[in-house]
């Protein structure tokens, strides 16, 4: 249930995105900066995602997925909660 509450989070920040606004655009522009420490945190948890994968395909442990998203929730809603990502 709380990763849920993390996905609905996440789409209620998109639902604020213009709709004129070309997504792809904004992340290739470089303009990105990273200014708080819950910014940080998620950057590095999001980053993080590809070693999960892999570790999960050598160690057959699925179990490291449902951890990391259970993680990630936990630090997307303290990023949430702190920082203003849309007005």
């Given at each position: 249930?709380?990763?849920?509450?993390?996905?609905t989070r996440?789409f209620s920040?998109?639902?604020?995105?213009?709709?004129?606004?070309?997504?792809?655009?904004?992340?290739?522009?470089?303009?990105?900066?990273?200014?708080?420490?819950?910014?940080?945190?998620?950057?590095?948890?999001?980053?993080?995602?590809?070693?999960?994968?892999?570790?999960?395909?050598?160690?057959?442990?699925?179990?490291?997925?449902?951890?990391?998203?259970?993680?990630l929730s936990?630090?997307?809603?303290?990023?949430?909660?702190?920082?203003?990502?849309?007005?």
């Open positions: 249930v709380y990763n849920l509450y993390a996905l996440v920040i998109f639902k604020k995105i213009p709709q004129n606004i070309d997504m792809e655009d904004v992340l290739n522009e470089n303009n990105i900066s990273i200014t708080d420490d819950n910014e940080r945190e998620l950057a590095i948890q999001i980053i993080q995602f590809h070693d999960i994968l892999e570790r999960v395909g050598k160690e057959f442990h699925i179990h490291f997925i449902c951890d990391y998203l259970y993680k936990i630090t997307f809603h303290n990023f949430y909660t702190k920082c203003r990502c849309m007005e």
